[in-house]
């Protein structure tokens, strides 16, 4: 028999070196060990996608300008073989990127670190008054209906504010009456909001805000109108006429028409991406004196997409963990050795009760389909083919579903991996027709155990925390793993599989 | 309804973490897994070490030879058809008698040739191996049962499980098919396990689902005079499959014809713990024992006679 010597002090430099580079990042770097104790920073990244055409390209993306309740506190621009500036086109801020020549696909971005404000305060009055808005003209019978409302609204209201309130409150009732109904056909209600509010004389004018969330990709603008009442601008939620900003929304662009402006290319879009980071007091005090790097080494210079994939595959080894736990030390059964974890990451972006759900759904819905497959007597590699076909005609008749019905969960049902549900699949339903259903319920339900004991711990804030701020500390859970692979004691289950030989005879 | 983890170690149980790292993982090579896994190769060896198997008569390789199979069997009066890598029992299918050339189970359900060709081309499209993989079909003589165990097995041969280590005979256990196990020799589907006494091949405790009883429960019959006649012939086939696989612990199932004698009929490179719980004590004292042994013992018949003498009953 081989020492176990050099094993355990393998094991031992892993945990003393994840401790010292954890303890060296949280001396020298200043990243706190418990989530509570940072500011909130969001890193926001727009990406400009488009195809140029062989000609000079000129990009012009309209980016935040002191945007009310926010500090920028860094800005960048990544964008290989562009030059670019920040120019200002009549008080408007804009990104603009230019190429003597350029071909093909091209993206680019513009990333901006922007820190919520402790104390909002109140936005200073932003120059001069503007001029009168323009005048109006409608087609008829719009123009009959647009004058019909504004005349019913202006009589239950005073103030610029209040009649801006009665229009959205007029345009946003569930069933619109036939003046209301007649202007939404012809134009979005933002667009009808802002002519409205310009044919009864008071300026007004279109923002776009983006919502703040953590870990998003592709996230929709929203549009506020904003309404001046002769002194500042206020913003109002054309939904809900809230007056206000509401809490995590960054009004991206306000006051102009355009976005974004590509001349010598086509098919250009722009997506938005954001990641919720935590940065200390200190990384931040250092970043906003002019440095606008991070620390040198760490996860923070990637992409912020790539950033929300880290966020999530540094959780993996965490999961790894319970699986490990579960089977060896509490012996467990489950279906598929790493399964438990993929459904848990696909739970951490559900939540977890409508995850269980769709997951308990879909794999029975499966069976069912699997049972008529299993007639049809085919070959293993394409009955998994046709089985994930099923699935993925099954998540998409859920989401469509759960959409109509409202619920929201329904669109991030795309998040379960579709291919690992196949094989669950069919591997239940293997043993069903080998073992039973009985059977099938134990490891059904054991992986549905584990997946829910590895959600638990891969969403607890402070494990989050520590995996994505501190990557060597992983190293120690590896150790934990190693060390488990040794662990030859009795199994938890076994207890009670074996209890049976307590009875003398 | 649990026992506590001191009380498991007192009786010498083996878990199941103990016996991947400390005695799967560390006496059997990976590489000879094939061995076991595929029961055309474990035949073929074990013709090659001595140790009697069911006589073979046929291996059926490819689709286009199955109709010249079909026609040889209805020749045979009686044979099983069984997939090389099959495990647990699927896909066998044995003929006990022909009428009027239609093949009759052993249930008592006639089949007809299309139903045989059917079966074997099941086969050979891996429906009954692990993961679908293309198999093989082997025919093999029926096992004729030795009269001393009617009525302690409700359909289906008894066969008995031998554990070994480094080549010797650790525990032993009978395997009896019941009707809530469908005629079938898994214990976790219900077949009852009788603990076997090394020494002699005698009862010496039987349980079915972990509860003890004395008579079998679809025919009555009392399960403690249970005896296994050649008792230390079984052994000693079952301990030359050391030297023929190579593996250091392998379950060996065995069964007896009544006119042959003890025949393998496959070899387990993975053998379950739930024999411990059959024979009513756990396997580490005896596995921990062989471990300290200063020499080994060269031949099959030393080690089996080692074991006769040294696992009397504790």
């Not at chain 1, 790493?338 to 759900?357: E, K």
């Not at chain 2, 099959?86 to 040739?113: C, N």
């Amino acid at each position: 028999m081989t020492s176990r010597m050099p094993f355990y002090v393998g094991l031992a430099a892993l945990v003393v070196t994840g401790l010292s580079l954890a303890w060296l990042r949280h001396a020298e770097l200043g990243v706190p060990w418990l989530p509570g104790e940072k500011r909130p920073v969001w890193l926001v990244e727009a990406r400009v996608d488009f195809i140029a055409r062989d000609e000079p390209v000129l990009v012009s993306l309209d980016i935040p300008d002191n945007p009310p309740g926010f500090q920028v506190i860094s800005e960048q621009a990544a964008s290989p073989g562009f030059g670019f500036s920040i120019v200002r086109e009549q008080g408007d801020r804009r990104g603009e990127w230019s190429v003597q020549q350029a071909e093909g696909p091209r993206t680019l971005y513009y990333k901006s670190q922007v820190v919520p404000e402790l104390m909002p305060e109140q936005p200073a009055d932003e120059g001069t008054a503007p001029a009168a808005p323009p005048s109006v003209f409608w087609e008829e019978p719009q123009g009959t209906a647009a004058r019909e409302l504004l005349r019913e609204a202006q009589q239950r209201s005073s103030t610029p504010e209040s009649l801006a309130r009665v229009l959205i409150k007029r345009l946003s009732t569930d069933n619109p009456d036939q003046n209301a109904t007649l202007l939404l056909d012809t134009d979005t209600k933002p667009v009808i909001l802002k002519r409205l509010l310009h044919q009864a004389g008071v300026p007004a004018r279109l923002s776009t805000g983006l919502r703040l969330e953590d870990a998003r990709r592709r996230q929709p603008l929203q549009t506020f109108v904003e309404v001046h009442n002769g002194e500042r601008w206020r913003v109002f939620d054309t939904d809900s006429g809230e007056q206000g900003i509401p809490k995590n929304v960054l009004l991206w662009q306000r006051g102009t028409d355009s976005l974004l402006d590509v001349m010598g290319g086509e098919r250009s879009r722009v997506s938005f991406s954001m990641l919720r980071q935590t940065v200390p007091s200190l990384g931040l005090a250092a970043s906003e004196a002019g440095r606008t790097n991070f620390p040198l080494f760490g996860l923070y210079q990637l992409p912020i997409e790539e950033q929300g994939m880290f966020r999530i595959l540094l959780l993996l080894p965490l999961g790894a963990l319970v699986v490990a736990f579960m089977r060896i030390v509490v012996g467990v059964r489950t279906s598929g050795t790493f399964m438990p974890v993929l459904i848990a990451v696909a739970f951490l972006q559900t939540s977890l009760m409508p995850g269980i759900i769709t997951f308990v759904v879909i794999v029975m819905l499966g069976l069912m389909l699997r049972g008529y497959l299993s007639m049809l007597n085919l070959l293993l590699v394409a009955r998994i083919s046709a089985l994930i076909i099923l699935v993925i005609f099954m998540t998409s008749i859920i989401s469509v579903v759960g959409y109509r019905m409202g619920l929201n969960p329904g669109n991030t049902i795309t998040f379960f991996p579709m291919v690992i549900l196949a094989w669950t699949i069919e591997r239940l339903s293997i043993l069903w027709e080998e073992e039973g259903a009985h059977e099938v319920l134990i490891q059904g339900s054991g992986s549905l155990l584990v997946a829910v004991a590895a959600y638990l711990v891969m969403r607890d804030p402070v494990a989050s925390h520590l995996s994505f701020n501190f990557p060597e500390l992983h190293l120690i859970v590896l150790a934990l793993i190693l060390l488990m692979g040794q662990y030859t004691g009795y199994r938890l289950s076994e207890l009670r599989r074996f209890a049976a030989m307590s009875e003398r005879d | 309804m649990w026992i506590a983890p001191r009380a498991l170690q007192q009786q010498g149980m083996l878990g199941m973490n103990r016996r991947n790292i400390d005695y799967i993982s560390r006496y059997n090579n990976r590489r000879r897994y094939p061995l076991v896994d595929n029961k055309l190769e474990t035949k073929l060896l074990a013709e090659d070490y001595g140790i009697a198997t069911p006589r073979l008569r046929q291996v059926v390789r490819t689709q286009h030879e199955i109709r010249q199979a079909a026609r040889q069997l209805a020749a045979m009066d009686s044979f099983a058809i069984k997939p090389a890598r099959g495990s647990g029992g699927k896909g066998i299918l044995v003929i006990t008698r022909q009428e009027q050339g239609r093949f009759i189970k052993a249930s008592g359900q006639a089949l007809d040739p299309v139903d045989i060709e059917r079966d074997l081309s099941n086969i050979l499209a891996g429906l009954y191996s692990l993961s679908g993989l293309p198999d093989v079909a082997i025919i093999e003589d029926v096992i004729r049962m030795a009269p001393q165990f009617t009525g302690y097995s409700y359909q289906g041969v008894p066969d008995v499980r031998i554990i070994l280590f480094k080549g010797y005979p650790v525990m032993a256990m009978m395997r009896l098919s019941t009707e809530h196990s469908d005629g079938k020799a898994n214990l976790h589907k219900g077949a009852v396990g009788v603990g076997l006494d090394i020494a002699s091949g005698r009862c010496l405790k039987a349980v079915q689902f972990n509860r003890r009883l004395y008579r079998h429960p679809d025919t009555g019959r009392h399960l403690h005079d249970l005896e296994i006649p050649g008792w230390r012939q079984l052994l000693l086939r079952a301990a030359r499959c050391f030297e023929a696989t190579g593996l250091g612990y392998i379950g060996a199932d065995l069964v007896v014809d009544a006119e042959r004698g003890a025949l393998l009929l496959e070899l387990n490179a993975r053998p379950g713990l739930a024999i411990q719980v059959a024979n009513g004590f756990g396997l580490l004292p005896r596995l921990r024992h062989l471990e300290a042994l200063r020499r080994a013992h060269l031949s099959p018949e030393e080690r089996v006679d080692y074991a006769i003498s040294t696992f009397d009953r504790q």
